[in-house]
């Protein structure tokens, strides 16, 4: 407890894992907040929590988690992400060596989404069964200058891409959890998307963006029908995903329609961009497998999945959550 009650033992814990790794000018002062430079045009802000079991797991941990999610937050906005605060909640009895390989993990998180921690804040809380670790960031960014991104751009007619395999994410965590009789090779697909959406707003055409993390797919086109009044219709047949995540998804009763992902985006492009676009996306890395799921209607409003018999059957946004404490 004692490493949280803002004494000696937390300024030593503080320079000696937080500002050693993360190290930005801004944090070395140690002051309670940073001073930024000035920034040019429109700013983007997020803030976001991460409570996943275990902390680590396939593909990542909950630094890279923490950091790779706050910038994905910031670029389907448009934004380039430039500064990131993280406070900790830790429970005591976390081991040290634990909490630096975290802290090694957001580094190197940071390093790559060209991203500074400049400030943050440190609490430890009584020992006990729940998780080891919270973590809290906040993400500031700046809008491109191109970027006209919303509901409100959005037509009948604009066509839905998603850059890769749904539900990757969370069969890595169900798997890694170890409290099912099953093993499997899945592997979360945690990774900070700036790189791959950002060059797409250097022409007109991308609409509207979003990583579909908690609530899967149908739940983020259930938010995009919401706010569009419009319909929003998906051809199973054209829906990547793997075959250990339908393996995974049929042994616990989950639809990988609604599994969470944290390296995914949903782009929506006008008609006449995307073959642009769908070629942008499949040349970087992580849209190598980039597909056109399907379009915007007029009607009908909501969101229908084109099932293989042609049919449509209605995704309604999930209710709850099918797996907790996943990111």
Avoid at 109 to 122: E, I, L, P, W
Avoid at 210 to 231: H, Q, S, V
Wanted: aromatic share 4%; with cysteine; charged share 25%.
């Amino acid at each position: 407890m004692g490493h949280g009650a803002g004494g000696r033992k937390m300024h030593r814990l503080i320079k000696n894992v937080f500002v050693k790794h993360f190290g930005s000018p801004a944090l070395r002062k140690l002051a309670d907040g940073a001073v930024l430079p000035e920034l040019h045009g429109n700013l983007a802000m997020t803030t976001d929590s991460y409570v996943v079991q275990p902390l680590f797991f396939p593909g990542g941990d909950i630094g890279k988690l923490a950091v790779c999610g706050t910038v994905n937050d910031l670029a389907v906005m448009g934004a380039k992400p430039l500064f990131i605060s993280l406070a900790f909640v830790i429970r005591e009895g976390l081991e040290v060596a634990k909490l630096e390989a975290i802290c090694r993990s957001i580094a190197a998180a940071s390093r790559k989404a060209g991203v500074q921690v400049v400030t943050g804040d440190t609490k430890v809380i009584e020992r006990g069964e729940e998780e080891e670790l919270y973590v809290n960031t906040t993400g500031i960014g700046t809008l491109l200058p191109r970027a006209q991104l919303g509901p409100e751009y959005v037509k009948p007619g604009d066509k839905i891409l998603i850059n890769g395999p749904i539900g990757e994410h969370e069969a890595a965590i169900a798997v890694a959890r170890g409290a099912y009789r099953f093993k499997g090779k899945a592997e979360s697909d945690c990774a900070a998307l700036d790189s791959l959406v950002l060059p797409l707003l250097e022409k007109p055409g991308v609409r509207l963006m979003r990583d579909p993390t908690r609530g899967g797919l149908a739940t983020t086109l259930n938010e995009f029908a919401d706010a569009t009044g419009l319909g929003f219709v998906i051809d199973e047949a054209a829906l990547p995903i793997a075959q250990h995540v339908k393996g995974v998804a049929e042994l616990l009763g989950l639809s990988p329609l609604y599994m969470a992902n944290e390296g995914k985006v949903v782009v929506v492009v006008e008609p006449r961009s995307e073959a642009r676009t769908l070629a942008k996306m499949r040349g970087h890395r992580l849209g190598r497998e980039t597909a056109s799921i399907g379009e915007v209607v007029k009607q009908p409003q909501g969101v229908w999945l084109k099932t293989h018999l042609g049919s449509l059957r209605k995704l309604i946004m999930l209710e709850g959550e099918q797996l907790p404490r996943i990111c």
